[in-house]
């Protein structure tokens, strides 16, 4: 498929002066230029950007004695959604409890891992941190092609992998000190009823629906 040739021109960055937080608002003016030589008018646009801009997510799996694949999922806790209030939300009876979700373990890259092996050892130092699975980063495999989750906002791309792992062999997380992995639950099912919860909306994760959907397909014999 042809994407259309329009480009995007810079006028002035009006990125307010900012602290030392996680998050960046970016603010510039923009024009578009167009195919046919014409411009638009001028127009101002923010978004959000961050010094570790990517992330990976990581889909670990076994089998059974049954020959059932399992995956595992971790509680997660995100402010933004404690912050919804029925007010704003069409259906709060859906919203997330206190804002903690169901997800894949995910993190992020950081900008010393800025090439394909480096992504990959992220990926393998999250799997150590949020479900205490030790594995060489050779052993991660990636799961179909990267993606934008949320392009009009933030130029964050996700990376999936996946990685077979033995359940006897999982420690401790060892975790990232963030008071927001502190309680949380480790959580192995199978896969199909992972894929159940995406369909009823038990489990509310966009990134988490997607890797369990790449995983479903694997095991269909489904080629990404």
């Known amino acids: 498929m042809r994407l259309p040739d329009i480009r995007l021109e810079v006028v002035e960055d009006r990125t307010p002066e900012q602290g030392s937080g996680f998050l960046r608002l970016q603010r510039k003016r923009y024009r578009a230029l167009y195919p046919d030589g014409t411009a638009s ?3 101002t646009y923010d978004s959000i950007d961050r010094r570790a801009l990517d992330a990976v997510v990581i889909l670990a799996h076994f089998r059974d004695a049954q020959g059932e694949r399992h995956v595992y999922l971790r509680s997660s806790v995100r402010p933004p959604l404690s912050e919804r209030t029925k007010e704003r939300s069409p259906v709060p009876d859906l919203d997330p409890p206190h804002g903690v979700l169901w997800e894949l373990p995910a993190g992020l890259v950081e900008p010393h891992e800025r090439e394909l092996s480096g992504v990959r050892e992220s990926a393998r130092r999250e799997l150590l941190e949020e479900l205490g699975f030790a594995v ?5 495999t990636p799961l179909g092609p990267s993606l934008f989750p949320v392009p009009g906002m933030i130029a964050e791309r996700l990376f999936f992998y996946s990685v077979e792992v033995e359940p006897d062999a999982r420690v401790e997380p060892t975790l990232d000190g963030s008071p927001l992995e502190h309680f949380g ?4 099912i ?3 009823e992972a894929m159940n919860h995406c369909r009823s909306g038990v489990v509310m994760d966009a990134k988490t629906e997607i890797g369990i959907r790449r995983l479903c397909d694997l095991d269909a014999g489904v080629t990404a």
Do not use: G, I, N, R
């Open 185 to 188: 639950t480790v959580l192995a």
């Open 190 to 192: 199978p896969l199909s």
């Open 136 to 140: 060489p980063a050779e052993a991660l």
């Open 41 to 43: 008018d001028e127009f």
